[in-house]
């Protein structure tokens, strides 16, 4: 088990860029595939990016390909989602998730074993 404490979210206007952390304790980070969700006012949880285990293979929603990048560093327990181009759509509360192994049904939250509290991203038009 890992927990979670994601960081970064905020204000921004269109066009912005925000970097978001989710900062992991508790067992070894590498070994986790870990995936960014989003969920807006009244709608449902989505996924938004995922960084498996090993190999570190990644994987876009694709409202966000070219925009969003997903990344990792073990050594500081730590997966990265880095934000450019952001729109008002954009806007949602972000969760980072893990998973322990090499998931591949890494779009599926339910799946997930553990989550952060989540972080603020508010873009504005």
């Known amino acids: 088990q890992v927990q979670l404490v994601e960081s970064g979210g905020g204000l921004v206007q269109t066009g912005g860029s925000l970097r978001l952390s989710c900062a992991a304790s508790g067992d070894t980070f590498s070994s986790y595939t870990m995936g960014w969700f989003r969920q807006a006012q009244g709608k449902e949880r989505e996924f938004v990016a995922a960084?498996?285990?090993?190999?570190?293979?990644?994987d876009y929603t694709d409202s966000v390909k070219g925009r969003f990048t997903v990344s990792r560093d073990n050594a500081k327990s730590t997966v990265y989602l880095q934000m450019d181009s952001l729109k008002p759509e954009d806007t949602a509360i972000y969760y980072c998730?893990?998973?322990?192994?090499?998931?591949?049904?890494?779009?599926?939250?339910?799946?997930?074993?553990?989550w952060g509290q989540g972080t603020q991203v508010t873009v504005s038009s």
């Open positions: 960084i498996t285990s090993r190999y570190a293979v990644t």
């Open positions: 998730a893990a998973k322990s192994g090499y998931y591949l049904n890494y779009h599926n939250y339910r799946g997930y074993d553990n």
